[in-house]
C-alpha cells in the first residue's frame, strides 16, 4: 500500500526533526522550566518514533512514566529549587568549547561505523505478523525469560524510593 | 521502507546534544535532563533493532532503560533538594567541597 508507506515515512521524518530540533533547544534555552517543556516534546516525538516502530506498549509506557511521571518530578524540582538569580549567571561553563568539540569527535566516530556497517544493518524488514500483539508477546517473554532481571528491577525501584526518601528529607 | 540507519543517524543525533548538555551546561536539572535525553537515545536504537529483528527483546531492554531512567532520576533530584538545601546553588562548577 504506498499510500500507508508514504504516511510511514512522513511521520517518521516528522517525529525525528520534532525529537532533534526539540533536545537541541533543551540543552541550549536560559530558563529551566522551558528546557523542562522542550524535554517533555522530545519525549513525545520518541513515543511517536515508538508507535511507528510497531512497539505499541513502549509507547504508552513512554508517554504515562516519562511524560506522567519523571517530567511531574523534574517540574517540581524547579519549582523547589529555581533561583531567579541563575537566569542571569553564565549558562555554560568554561570548557565548553573543548567538551562541544570532543563531543562532536565521538559522533563522527559513531557515524563512520554506522557508515561502514549500513549494508548488515540495512536489511530487508521481516514479516510485519513478528511484533504484532504486542503486549502478549512482551508479557510473555518477560514473565518468562526476563524473570529474573525484572525482580531485580522492582528491587532497584525500591532502593530508589528509599534513597530519594532519606536524600530529601529535612534532617538526616 | 524507512532504512534502519536512519534510526540510528537520528539516535546518534539526540545522543550527541545529550552528550554536549551533559558537558557545558552549569545548571545540574539541566544536565539531568541530558542524562534522559541519552537514555531515551540508545532506546531508540533498542527498538529500532527489534523492529529489524522481528524479535520483543530489545523492547524489554527499553522497559529496563525506562525503569533506570525512572530510579536515576528520582535519587538524582533528591540529591539536588538536599544540595540546594545546604548550600544554596544549583551551578555544577560551584559544587566543589570536595576539591581543595
Do not use: C
Not at chain 2, 531492554?61 to 548550600?87: H, S
Amino acid at each position: 500500500m504506498p499510500g500507508d508507506l508514504m504516511l510511514n515515512i512522513v511521520l517518521f521524518y516528522f517525529f525525528a526533526a520534532l525529537a532533534v530540533v526539540s533536545a537541541v533547544l533543551v540543552v541550549t534555552r536560559k530558563n529551566v522550566v522551558h528546557s523542562a517543556i522542550f524535554l517533555i516534546t522530545s519525549l513525545l516525538a520518541t513515543a511517536g518514533i515508538y508507535l511507528q516502530l510497531e512497539a505499541e506498549f513502549l509507547f504508552a509506557v513512554q508517554i504515562i512514566l516519562y511524560v506522567g511521571g519523571i517530567m511531574v518530578l523534574f517540574v517540581f524540582v524547579i519549582m523547589l529549587v529555581n533561583l531567579d538569580v541563575s537566569l542571569h549567571q553564565l549558562q555554560f561553563n568554561r570548557q565548553w568549547w573543548v567538551a562541544s568539540l570532543l563531543a562532536l569527535v565521538l559522533a563522527a566516530q559513531f557515524l563512520i561505523a554506522i557508515w561502514l556497517g549500513r549494508g548488515a544493518v540495512n536489511l530487508s524488514p521481516p514479516v510485519a505478523a513478528a511484533l504484532q500483539p504486542n503486549s502478549e508477546l512482551i508479557g510473555q517473554k518477560l514473565f518468562e525469560n526476563y524473570m529474573l532481571p525484572f525482580e531485580i528491577a522492582s528491587i532497584l525501584l525500591l532502593v530508589a524510593m528509599i534513597g530519594a526518601v532519606v536524600m530529601a528529607k529535612r534532617r538526616i | 521502507m524507512i532504512p534502519t540507519s536512519h534510526y540510528l543517524l537520528l539516535s546518534l543525533a539526540l545522543f550527541t546534544v545529550g552528550v554536549i548538555g551533559v558537558l557545558t551546561r552549569r545548571n545540574v536539572i539541566i544536565i539531568l535532563m541530558s542524562i534522559e535525553l541519552i537514555l531515551n537515545a540508545v532506546n531508540i536504537n533498542l527498538v529500532a533493532f527489534s523492529h529489524l529483528y522481528g524479535s520483543v527483546t530489545g523492547q524489554i531492554f527499553a522497559i529496563f532503560i525506562i525503569t533506570d531512567a525512572a530510579a536515576e532520576a528520582a535519587v538524582g533530584l533528591g540529591i539536588i533538594i538536599a544540595y540546594f538545601r545546604n548550600r544554596e546553588t544549583v551551578l555544577a562548577d560551584e559544587m566543589d567541597l570536595l576539591k581543595w
